[in-house]
């Protein structure tokens, strides 16, 4: 198994557990920002899903109808993960603000644990998913990593909220419904940021100028090359598709500007692993 479907799948385990724990303990304790953290965490088993199906379709080898391969699913479910993340936290603000001012128990002290015990493990799943999802160049794995992020400023919301009330139930009567809202919040932002970010990959936006930089200089030091007209590159998942213009010799005959062509698409696939494949155009050097 791959090591992003691995670590999707710790992931949904996790976010799985602490769900349970946490809306299980909101409802009996009676704390509003300890169950929106709870169906946050339940938000994540579905993100984390989804991180899996797409690095599964992912995966697949190209074939005749996707010549380019499958990537793009992976990418796909990131923009999937960020739009679901914007509505639950929609839903979650929307929820604690129809209860201010509405009776209430009294919120128990033990809802404290459940969102301590979440802090510490969403900050641990957070930087393994920032690890793989660097070096796999995973946008679907990296949303999801910036989804745990936002669960650890989320469960200190909830802490702080939760700790208000506890302190002084008078005074801070609704500071856990408060508390709440702002989880709803910090989870539509993580929602709309991981949305953005994908659909820029899914429109083929360049990677930045220090990838590109790399492209050239490897294509430069092929021998024959005497300049790269145009670069272009776009992410079709884990990895980007090269369109490279080269500038040759016009005198050369066609089979040794093949030549040349077929020299830079090889040492730009072996020596950068974040390349599929490499289009070679040969144009005439001025």
């Known amino acids: 198994m791959h090591i992003g479907q691995r670590v999707a799948i710790a992931g949904m385990v996790v976010s799985g557990a602490l ?3 946490k809306i ?9 920002a300890v169950v929106a953290d709870g ?28 010549p380019y391969g499958h990537g793009r699913a992976e990418i796909l479910t990131g923009l999937l993960i ?26 128990a002290g033990y809802v404290v644990w459940p969102l301590v015990a979440s802090l510490l493990a969403k900050m641990a799943l957070a930087s393994v998913k920032f690890r793989y999802g660097r070096k796999l160049r995973s946008a679907a794995l990296t949303a999801d ?16 909220a939760v700790g208000l009330t506890l302190s002084d139930p008078l005074h801070f009567f609704n500071a856990d419904r408060y508390g709440g809202f702002v989880v709803g919040l910090i989870v539509v932002s993580v929602g709309v940021r991981v949305a953005r970010e994908t659909a820029l990959q899914l429109m083929d936006t ?16 092929v021998p024959g090359v005497r300049g790269v007209e145009k670069c272009f590159a776009r992410k079709t998942g884990l990895r980007y598709h090269v369109d490279l213009h080269l500038e040759v010799d016009p005198e050369i005959t066609v089979r040794q500007s093949h030549e040349i062509a077929h020299n830079v698409r090889y040492q730009i696939r072996e020596q950068l692993n974040w390349v599929a494949d490499v289009l070679v155009h040969v144009e005439p050097a001025p």
Request: proline share 4%.
């Open 19 to 21: 769900a349970i724990v």
């Open 24 to 32: 299980v303990a909101g409802l009996s304790g009676h704390s509003t």
């Open 39 to 66: 169906l946050e965490s339940a938000g994540d088993v579905f993100a984390s899903g989804f991180v899996l199906l797409g690095l599964t379709l992912a995966a697949r080898p190209p074939d005749e109808d996707h």
């Open 82 to 107: 960020g739009l679901a993340l914007t509505a639950v936290g929609a839903l979650i603000s929307y929820d604690s603000l129809r209860r201010l001012g509405q009776p209430r128990m009294m919120l």
């Open 145 to 160: 990593a910036w989804n745990d992020t936002m669960d650890t400023v989320s469960a200190v919301a909830a802490l702080i």
């Open 206 to 221: 360049m990677p930045d100028e220090g990838l590109m930089n790399q492209i050239r200089m490897v294509a430069s030091t």
